[in-house]
C-alpha cells in the first residue's frame, strides 16, 4: 500500500495539500490569526501564488514527460531500478542545493529580487507565506523541473517521499506555530538540537531570514538560504543560528504594493511610488565623498555599505537585490562618530579619509 502511494506522482502533491491543511488548522485553532495584520492583498498573493505553482509543476512534469518521451524514449524510466537508499539522497540534495543558489540569486541580482520581494514584504509567519513569489519566480524554480526530471527517470518513490520531507520541513519552518522554541528551553536536549540545526532548517533559521534587518541581532535577511537543509549556508559562509526569533518581519522600507504587480510583476507595474516594481524606479547611488560626523545612541546601528540607500550613511533596505549588505556595529554609550559616507573606506562603518583621495564615488 504504501510502496504504492510512493509509486504515484500524484501523492506529493497530495502531501503538499495535507500539510497546508494540517499546519493551517494548527495555526487557526492556536489563535494566530486573531488580531492578525494581513491585508487582503497578502491573502491574495499566498493564494494566487499557490495556484501558480500547482500550475507551473502539472505543465512542467507533462511538458518534461512529453519531450523526454519524444526525444530521449530510451532514458523513460532509466533510473527505476536505482536503490531508494540512492535515489532519496540524490533527488533531494541535488533539489536543495539549486533552490540554494536561486533563491541566494534571487536576493543577490535585482531582476530576480523583484519576483522574490513578495516573499519577503510578509509581516507575520505563517504556512502561506512560502508561497509567496512572482509567477515567472515559479515558472523558473528548479525544484520544479528537478521533480519533473526524476519522474521521467522513474524515480517516482524517491522524488514522492523526498517532497514530502522537503514539505514538513519547509511549512514548518514558516509556520506561526514554532516547533523547535520549547525545545531550545530544555537544557538536556540542546546537544540533540545543535545537530538537527546543523542539518535541517528550523524555524529560528528561518525567521532569521524574513526578519527585518540585522539591527535586531537576531535577524539576517541576506543569509540563511537554505529550504529544506542548513548545510548549504554553512558550506557557502550564510549561517545564522541564534536559536532566537526576530519580532520585527518583512521590508525595511515597504511602499505596500498591491496583489496583482506583486505576482504578475513585469506584465502589471505597481502605481506606489518609490516601489521597486514600479515603471519608473531606477536604483540610484545615493552616497556622497563626505564624511558624516554624528552623535549616536548607545545600541546597534546599520552602516549602509551598498551605497543606495536612502538615509545615508545608514542601512534602509536598498540593498535588496544586490550581493553587498549592511554593516553591523554596535555603541556601547551615546557618542560622536565620523562614519564614511564614500563607501571606499578600510575601516567601515568608519571613516578613514580615503575619500580625500578619491575624485567621485
Ligand atoms: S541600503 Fe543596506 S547596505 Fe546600503
Redesign the pocket.
Known amino acids: 500500500m504504501i510502496w504504492e502511494l510512493l509509486n504515484d506522482p500524484n501523492t506529493g502533491k497530495y502531501a503538499v495539500f495535507a500539510s497546508i491543511i494540517f499546519f493551517g488548522s494548527l495555526e487557526y485553532i492556536l489563535g494566530h490569526y486573531k488580531n492578525t495584520r494581513r491585508t487582503k492583498h497578502d491573502y491574495l498573493v499566498e493564494f494566487l501564488g499557490l495556484v501558480l505553482l500547482t500550475i507551473n509543476s502539472f505543465v512542467v512534469l507533462f511538458g518534461i514527460i512529453y519531450l523526454g518521451q519524444t526525444f530521449f524514449p530510451e532514458a523513460s524510466n532509466s533510473l527505476s531500478t536505482l536503490s531508494l537508499w540512492l535515489a532519496l539522497p540524490l533527488y533531494m540534495l541535488v533539489d536543495d542545493i539549486a533552490q540554494y543558489w536561486y533563491h541566494r540569486f534571487a536576493h543577490e541580482y535585482s531582476w530576480m529580487w523583484k519576483h522574490h520581494r513578495p516573499h519577503h514584504a510578509a509581516e507575520e509567519m505563517g504556512i502561506m507565506v512560502s508561497y509567496r513569489n512572482s509567477w515567472l519566480y515559479y515558472l523558473f524554480l528548479p525544484n520544479i523541473w528537478w521533480a519533473a526530471i526524476c519522474t521521467f527517470l522513474g524515480m517516482i518513490p524517491a522524488t514522492v517521499l523526498g517532497l514530502i520531507i522537503k514539505q514538513l520541513v519547509v511549512a514548518s519552518s514558516h509556520s506561526t506555530w514554532r516547533w523547535d522554541e520549547s525545545i531550545y528551553k530544555i537544557k538536556s536536549l540542546s546537544p540533540l538540537m545543535w545537530v538537527i540545526e546543523r542539518i535541517f532548517v528550523t524555524p529560528a533559521f528561518h525567521y532569521a531570514h524574513h526578519g527585518k534587518s540585522k539591527a535586531d541581532n537576531i535577524s539576517d535577511p541576506n543569509g540563511n538560504f537554505g529550504n529544506a537543509f542548513s548545510i548549504w549556508d554553512q558550506m557557502f559562509g550564510t549561517a545564522t543560528f541564534t536559536r532566537k526569533f526576530p519580532t520585527e518581519l518583512g521590508l525595511q522600507t515597504d511602499p505596500k504594493d498591491n496583489w496583482s504587480s506583486h505576482i504578475f510583476y513585469p506584465i502589471i507595474k505597481s502605481k506606489k511610488e518609490g516601489s521597486e516594481i514600479s515603471s519608473n524606479f531606477k536604483k540610484e547611488k545615493t552616497a556622497t565623498l563626505d564624511a558624516l560626523t554624528i552623535e549616536l545612541d548607545a545600541g546597534t546601528h546599520l552602516w549602509?555599505?551598498?551605497?543606495?540607500?536612502k538615509n545615508q550613511p545608514f542601512?534602509?533596505?536598498?540593498?535588496h537585490g544586490t550581493k553587498?549588505?549592511?554593516i553591523a556595529f554596535q555603541m556601547d554609550k551615546k557618542r560622536k562618530v565620523k562614519l564614511c559616507n564614500c563607501k571606499q573606506t578600510k575601516t567601515g562603518p568608519f571613516c578613514d579619509n580615503t575619500h580625500l583621495e578619491i575624485k567621485e564615488v
Open positions: 549602509c555599505q551598498c551605497g543606495f540607500s542601512c534602509d533596505g536598498s540593498h553587498m549588505k549592511p
